[in-house]
């Protein structure tokens, strides 16, 4: 069975630190793999895609994917209370999956 | 472009009841798929259609269906609703020909079971 990991939390940094968020997978032929952020009471907001392993950032974020380890992480620099929410992983596997495998996501609170 | 939009966004039923939501995707994309979140289970999948028909599906019971027309609009069904369906009920569309592209999620119906 595929199984995708995160840390419940609550993950809590002070404003301005890096937060490093962690998720980990089962299914080595896992191929894709996205974050997802969800504020209380909304639906999950795409906010990284990653595809290869190594690093892609954009703006303050930045997605880390190592295959070798199963291993994808999020990084948010400058945090902002603005990014206190919970942040769900999301891996595709390959060979026909059409449905992405969640974490069940890790808390995220920043304080002034 | 427009967003993935469902109705309603609350809706408040009595056990035993059934209930029907909707959900149209974003323009262009053909895969839509359910979902239902609550907070001791997380993101739980229930289905998923493209082009009219269920692709995939998730271990719920038979109480739970759906259905997707050919401008790939989706509605899902609960039938005699128990306490234990109370949940965000969300739905998502993706695009591309692409298998693994990601998906996009509405702001979802907040089901209440009373």
């Known amino acids: 069975q595929k199984e995708v990991e995160q840390n419940s939390g609550p993950l809590s940094v002070p404003e301005g630190a890096i937060a490093s968020l962690n998720c980990t997978y089962s299914?080595?032929?896992?191929?894709?793999f996205f974050w997802y952020r969800q504020y209380s009471g909304k639906s999950p907001e795409l906010i990284m895609s990653i595809y290869s392993n190594g690093d892609k950032e954009d703006g303050r974020f930045t997605a880390q994917l190592n295959k070798a380890s199963q291993y994808v992480s999020l990084l948010i620099r400058d945090s902002q209370p603005s990014d206190s929410a919970t942040y769900l992983c999301?891996?595709?596997?390959?060979?026909?999956?059409?449905?992405?495998?969640f974490g069940r996501g890790t808390s995220l609170i920043v304080h002034p | 472009k427009a967003g993935v939009t469902q109705t309603p966004r609350y809706l408040i039923k009595t056990r035993g009841q059934q209930v029907t939501l909707s959900c149209s995707p974003i323009?262009?994309?053909?895969?839509v798929s359910w979902y239902q979140q609550t907070p001791g289970q997380g993101l739980q999948f229930l289905f998923e259609?493209?082009?009219?028909?269920?692709?995939n599906k998730g271990n719920f019971p038979g109480r739970f269906s759906g259905r997707q027309f050919s401008n790939s609009r989706s509605e899902m069904n609960v039938s005699t609703l128990e306490l234990g369906d109370s949940a965000l009920y969300l739905c998502?569309?993706?695009?591309?020909?692409?298998?693994?592209?990601?998906?996009?999620f509405g702001n979802g119906t907040r089901l209440t079971v009373t």
């Open positions: 998502a569309s993706k695009g591309g020909q692409a298998e693994n592209s990601p998906l996009h």
């Open positions: 323009s262009g994309h053909r895969s």
């Open positions: 299914d080595r032929v896992s191929q894709s």
């Open positions: 999301a891996v595709y596997a390959s060979g026909g999956s059409y449905i992405p495998t």
């Open positions: 259609y493209f082009s009219e028909t269920q692709r």
